[in-house]
T-cell receptor, first 112, second 112 residues
Framework: QKEVEQNSGPLSVPEGAIASLNCTYS??????FFWYRQYSGKSPELIMF????GDKEDGRFTAQLNKASQYVSLLIRDSQPSDSATYLC????????????FGGGTRVLVKP | GAGVSQSPSNKVTEKGKDVELRCDPI?????LYWYRQSLGQGLEFLIY????????KSGLPSDRFSAERTGGSVSTLTIQRTQQEDSAVYLC??????????FGPGTRLLVL
């Protein structure tokens, strides 16, 4: 079992709709969670981080964390074609140095 | 301010040659990370620096890989006797004390 799992997609959503991305992790000691967006041929760009159970909103993005169920999700409201990218879930399991363990990413395609 | 920079942006080398990849972190960031992203493997941790020391080298795939950091700033990742399986995008990230890591543009390495 991979430490951080994501559905590879592609997740196809119409413009203006909500895109819902899920990520599960195996280590119950995981302390913090990150969502990165990666356009094709580019490096990962931080979108959000979340440490506590519940929801965290930033503009059109909402991160949701449920430590009991070991999942973290990302909602993208009013999806735009420019949101088409691969979204990477990353987990800090609390190891020294805060190294991140990444999921394989979910490819999102927003259709006009 | 300036972000993380990496050089070269692209590197083509012949099998068996040595290569050096450079990372210049965000000014003032004390922690520096190297990751590798290859097709089918996702994004994997290689090594972490705090200042000039490397407390976690657990992700280095073999003894052909080494890295150093000088002056608490620039880091160099060296791959000796390159193999075709070393072909990947090598990403550097930095953070200031905390956990949020910011990535550079990466170096795309192709070993022929």
């Amino acid at each position: 079992q991979k430490e951080v799992e994501q559905n590879s997609g592609p997740l196809s959503v119409p413009e203006g709709a909500i895109a819902s991305l899920n990520c599960t992790y195996s280590d119950r000691g995981s302390q913090s969670f990150f969502w990165y967006r990666q356009y094709s041929g580019k490096s990962p760009e931080l979108i959000m981080f979340i440490y506590s159970n519940g929801d965290k909103e930033d503009g059109r993005f909402t991160a949701q964390l449920n430590k009991a169920s070991q999942y973290v999700s990302l909602l993208i409201r009013d999806s735009q074609p420019s949101d088409s990218a691969t979204y990477l879930c990353a987990v800090n399991v609390g190891a020294a140095g805060n190294k991140l363990t990444f999921g394989g990413g979910t490819r999102v395609l927003v259709k006009p | 301010g300036a972000g993380v920079s990496q050089s070269p942006s692209n590197k083509v080398t012949e099998k068996g040659k040595d290569v050096e990849l450079r990372c210049d972190p965000i000014s003032g960031h004390t922690a520096l990370y190297w990751y590798r992203q290859s097709l089918g493997q996702g994004l994997e941790f290689l090594i972490y620096f705090q200042g000039n020391s490397a407390p976690d080298k657990s992700g280095l795939p073999s003894d052909r890989f080494s890295a150093e950091r000088t002056g608490g700033s620039v880091s160099t990742l060296t791959i000796q006797r390159t193999q075709q399986e070393d072909s990947a995008v090598y990403l550097c990230a930095s953070s200031f004390g905390g956990e949020t890591q910011y990535f550079g543009p990466g170096t795309r390495l192709l070993v022929l």
